[in-house]
């Protein structure tokens, strides 16, 4: 079984910065694509960042020059660097992890960590 775990949330003001961080555990064969998804109240989920193993990344529109996404293949960690937060970056911030283990290749998913940008 794997399991992630997300720190690193917390309230802010406008205009500042936040750093989240996820580890994954457990029985670990591989590490495939990591990524960083949000749900803000009464919204789907949606992708804000990934990374791939080769540490390929992908943005959403809203996370583009703001957002940065690194992972620590040896460690098993992903970290969102959040910059100059809006009101509108408020939500539930998931990591979420394609994993080999020894079942195969798995959907590994964090309990999530809210982030609230505010005055």
């Known amino acids: 079984q794997v399991q992630l775990v997300e720190s690193g949330g917390g309230l802010v003001q406008p205009g500042g910065s936040l750093r989240l961080s996820c580890a994954a555990s457990g029985n670990i064969f591989a590490m495939n694509d990591m990524g960083w998804y949000r749900q803000a109240p009464g919204k789907q989920r949606e992708l804000v960042a990934e990374?791939?193993?080769?540490?390929?990344?992908r943005y959403a529109d809203s996370a583009k020059g703001r957002f940065t996404i690194s992972r620590d293949n040896a460690k098993y960690t992903t970290v969102l660097q959040m910059n100059s937060l809006k009101p509108e970056d408020t939500a539930v911030y998931y990591c979420?992890?394609?994993?080999?283990?020894?079942?195969?290749?798995?959907?590994?998913w964090g309990q999530g960590t809210q982030v609230t940008v505010s005055s």
């Open positions: 979420n992890a394609k994993v080999y283990d020894n079942t195969g290749l798995i959907l590994a």
């Open positions: 990374i791939r193993s080769t540490g390929e990344t």
